[in-house]
């Protein structure tokens, strides 16, 4: 993804909605050329085109949910994919670092299989040329778009996974990582008895939530991936617990 491309989700981010002229004129270039990003954009799911506009989906959508703070998102992908070896077999979970951790491994790792519930993950790395997707059966969920529920876990049994990658809501010292959604937040309990380690990949911001459901002790986390805006008190409590904490700049260039 180009700068300009960045530059476009950021901005409808904050606006929702903006005439393409405008967004031109916004970033110096032709008509035709932020036409084609916004060609580009749309077919990964990120924005909307209507006549003459570019629009985003209301904030509970998955697709603007990505472009919030896509850049420390990058940075926190990038991060995690280099934890992950050639041949291997992941499971990655429904988030917008998860999803963009799932771009990383098929764009730049040839031999690498991921096992996923999230049919919005899937359909996003669907055009990337390396890797293999299995994607786990289950009850759909509209909204965030992942597989949810007993055949979830039933599909997943089969198998065997080192590392599994999940997206959270927010972290309390007392619960741990946490979600908004039980079915969702249950469907990662029992796909997290089957990974050895178990990896949580969320920008800064998720730490001053709480949530609502448990996802997680932190005592069973291995590594969280996140940027260094994360609390000094919520760093030191997690490597107390041995989790592994790694930062990525939030304001990197």
């Not at 790395?125 to 994607?135: E, M, T």
């Amino acid at each position: 993804m180009t700068e300009r491309h960045v530059k476009i989700l950021e901005t409808l981010a904050k606006q929702q909605r903006i005439e393409v002229r405008v967004l031109a004129k916004m970033l110096d270039v032709s008509g035709v050329t932020v036409r084609k990003d916004l060609d580009i954009l749309e077919s990964q799911g990120f924005i909307k085109r209507e006549h003459g506009f570019a629009t985003m989906e209301p904030m509970d959508d998955v697709g603007r949910r990505l472009a919030l703070r896509y850049g420390v998102k990058r940075r926190i992908a990038r991060a995690a994919a280099a934890s992950v070896t050639e041949g291997e077999t992941v499971m990655i979970e429904s988030g917008s670092c998860c999803t963009l951790l799932a771009e990383e491994l098929t764009n730049n790792k040839r031999d690498i299989t991921i096992v996923t519930n999230s049919v919005f993950l899937a359909n996003h790395i669907r055009r990337a040329p390396f890797g293999k997707i299995i994607l786990l059966g289950g009850y759909y969920q509209n909204e965030s778009q992942v597989l949810v529920g007993s055949i979830t876990k039933k599909c997943a049994e089969i198998f065997i996974s080192d590392k599994f990658f999940i997206g959270v809501d927010g972290f309390t010292e007392k619960v741990g990582f946490t979600g908004k959604d039980h079915h969702r937040a249950q469907t990662v309990r029992d796909l997290a008895e089957l990974a050895t380690r178990i990896i949580v990949l969320t920008e800064s911001d998720k730490f001053y939530n709480r949530g609502s459901v448990e996802l997680v002790e932190s005592g069973k986390v291995t590594a969280v991936y996140t940027d260094d805006r994360i609390p000094h008190d919520k760093e030191r409590f997690l490597q107390n617990k041995n989790v592994k904490v790694h930062k990525v700049e939030s304001n990197a260039a």
